[in-house]
């Protein structure tokens, strides 16, 4: 039998990136042979195994037929007849149909090796059709590594949305792509393709709404609200956000598609008419808690934030008291950040000062300061402890000094 380093592994590679995890692929055995030699089968559908050392994955050559919608139902042939090239046409993109010999040659019949130099994504084959989430993984690859689509490959994708292809996705594999694909470094860039291909309006029609809707004149009259998410997103990546700051970042504003522009200001509307759009996304795609309460508190807060300088000390509390801040000041903290995203979501405020952020943490501490377990024993009427204690919250956040 041989062995080949298959896929990412060589990819990254060739691109000067940390290699993580290798996938080896092996032509001419059978899975009874490799059982034989210690290997334990963990693939119920595919021929996949764990070596007996190192425990990574070694997969027999194998080639696949379709048989059903969605990314199920495939028919599998892994036989010792089966070729490396053969096993390499049913992979989804050119940059990771190489594989690399023991000796250290390039097998390329795909020619990956030149779209990694140029910097494109390109399906390898027809096949690329039988799988839906290879659409996600592609507009995650876009974002990861700055690549552009191929235009046939573009065509390809849009001619799978319009066959209703991605409608027959699992909820946990999109929301896996969709993490993974935040997480890159540009993850606007995947946002763009999942709308160029028309992806985005089947998986999220609620975000892809946004897309031609303008922003308030105060705000940047000259881009549309699609294109600020994307800008915010941006910043996210720049400021290194985790997951759930990304994820609020990239939802707070889908209000703004179902509300009219002339009910936004002070009204909040959007915010009111947002949060259920919000909920209903992460319930569809089932978002983990936290990614779910922070974005649907980003989505009712994010005025409230940027409005600091506007707000009673009274609001104030009660901005930190509906997001439990007292209980969870990391989240808080989070919510400030996401606020930050948005107001440098702009062309030209990239960098701009978001003093609302170090005012808010003031605010918080300043309440924190308040010695509640104190003020309850001095209490003698118990039903009076909780006011007792928003009132002298109260005052201590009168007495801050800030510079707004």
Same mark, same amino acid.
């Given at each position: 039998?041989?062995?080949?380093?298959?896929?990412?592994?060589?990819?990254?590679?060739?691109?000067?990136?940390?290699?993580?995890?290798?996938?080896?692929?092996?032509?001419?055995?059978?899975?009874?042979?490799?059982?034989?030699?210690?290997?334990?089968?963990?693939?119920?559908?595919?021929?996949?195994?764990?070596?007996?050392?190192?425990?990574?994955?070694?997969?027999?050559?194998?080639?696949?037929?379709?048989?059903?919608?969605?990314?199920?139902?495939?028919?599998?042939?892994?036989?010792?007849?089966? !070729?490396?090239?053969?096993?390499?046409?049913?992979?989804?993109?050119?940059?990771?149909?190489?594989?690399?010999?023991?000796?250290?040659?390039?097998?390329?019949?795909?020619?990956?090796?030149?779209?990694?130099?140029?910097?494109?994504?390109?399906?390898?084959?027809?096949?690329?059709?039988?799988?839906?989430?290879?659409?996600?993984?592609?507009?995650?690859?876009?974002?990861?590594?700055?690549?552009?689509?191929?235009?046939?490959?573009?065509?390809?994708?849009?001619?799978?949305?319009?066959?209703?292809?991605?409608?027959?996705?699992?909820?946990?594999?999109?929301?896996?792509?969709?993490?993974?694909?935040?997480?890159?470094?540009?993850?606007?860039?995947?946002?763009?393709?999942?709308?160029?291909?028309?992806?985005?309006?089947?998986?999220?029609?609620?975000?892809?709404?946004?897309?031609?809707?303008?922003?308030?004149?105060?705000?940047?009259?000259?881009?549309? !609200?699609?294109?600020?998410?994307?800008?915010?997103?941006?910043?996210?990546?720049?400021?290194?956000?985790?997951?759930?700051?990304?994820?609020?970042?990239?939802?707070?504003?889908?209000?703004?598609?179902?509300?009219?522009?002339?009910?936004?200001?002070?009204?909040?509307?959007?915010?009111? !008419?947002?949060?259920?759009?919000?909920?209903?996304?992460?319930?569809?795609?089932?978002?983990?808690?936290?990614?779910?309460?922070?974005?649907?508190?980003?989505?009712?807060?994010?005025?409230?934030?940027?409005?600091?300088?506007?707000?009673?000390?009274?609001?104030?509390?009660?901005?930190?008291?509906?997001?439990?801040?007292?209980?969870?000041?990391?989240?808080?903290?989070?919510?400030?950040?996401?606020?930050?995203?948005?107001?440098?979501?702009?062309?030209?405020?990239?960098?701009?000062?978001?003093?609302?952020?170090?005012?808010?943490?003031?605010?918080?501490?300043?309440?924190?300061?308040?010695?509640?377990?104190?003020?309850?024993?001095?209490?003698?009427?118990?039903?009076?402890?909780?006011?007792?204690?928003?009132?002298?919250?109260?005052?201590?956040?009168?007495?801050?000094?800030?510079?707004?």
């Amino acid at each position: 039998m041989t062995v080949y380093t298959v896929g990412g592994a060589v990819r990254d590679r060739l691109l000067g990136l940390p290699v993580k995890d290798r996938d080896y692929v092996i032509v001419g055995t059978t899975a009874d042979d490799m059982v034989r030699r210690g290997f334990k089968p963990v693939g119920k559908d595919f021929p996949v195994f764990l070596h007996p050392q190192t425990h990574e994955e070694y997969a027999l050559a194998r080639t696949e037929r379709k048989q059903g919608r969605g990314y199920t139902g495939f028919v599998v042939h892994a036989t010792p007849e089966v !070729t490396l090239e053969e096993d390499l046409a049913r992979r989804d993109l050119t940059i990771n149909a190489i594989a690399e010999a023991a000796d250290g040659r390039l097998i390329d019949p795909y020619h990956g090796v030149a779209d990694l130099k140029a910097g494109v994504l390109r399906h390898v084959s027809q096949a690329f059709v039988e799988d839906p989430v290879r659409i996600l993984r592609l507009a995650r690859f876009a974002g990861r590594f700055g690549f552009t689509v191929a235009p046939d490959t573009l065509q390809l994708m849009q001619q799978m949305v319009a066959d209703g292809e991605v409608d027959h996705l699992v909820a946990e594999r999109v929301w896996q792509e969709w993490a993974k694909g935040l997480m890159s470094d540009n993850p606007a860039r995947m946002i763009e393709v999942l709308q160029q291909c028309g992806a985005l309006a089947r998986l999220a029609p609620e975000l892809a709404a946004l897309f031609g809707v303008p922003q308030p004149a105060s705000h940047h009259p000259e881009v549309d !609200t699609g294109l600020h998410i994307l800008l915010c997103m941006q910043r996210a990546a720049c400021l290194e956000a985790n997951l759930a700051v990304r994820w609020a970042v990239l939802l707070h504003d889908l209000g703004k598609g179902v509300t009219p522009e002339d009910e936004w200001p002070r009204h909040v509307k959007h915010e009111v !008419t947002g949060m259920p759009l919000v909920d209903a996304i992460c319930q569809r795609y089932r978002v983990p808690g936290d990614c779910r309460d922070l974005a649907v508190m980003t989505c009712r807060e994010h005025l409230n934030i940027h409005r600091f300088a506007e707000l009673r000390a009274a609001t104030k509390l009660d901005v930190l008291e509906r997001c439990d801040a007292f209980r969870k000041p990391q989240r808080f903290a989070d919510l400030l950040l996401a606020c930050k995203c948005d107001a440098q979501g702009r062309t030209g405020f990239e960098f701009s000062p978001y003093s609302q952020r170090n005012n808010w943490l003031q605010v918080l501490a300043a309440a924190q300061s308040v010695n509640s377990g104190e003020i309850a024993q001095q209490c003698k009427d118990p039903t009076h402890i909780k006011e007792s204690i928003r009132l002298a919250r109260l005052d201590a956040i009168k007495q801050l000094s800030l510079d707004v």
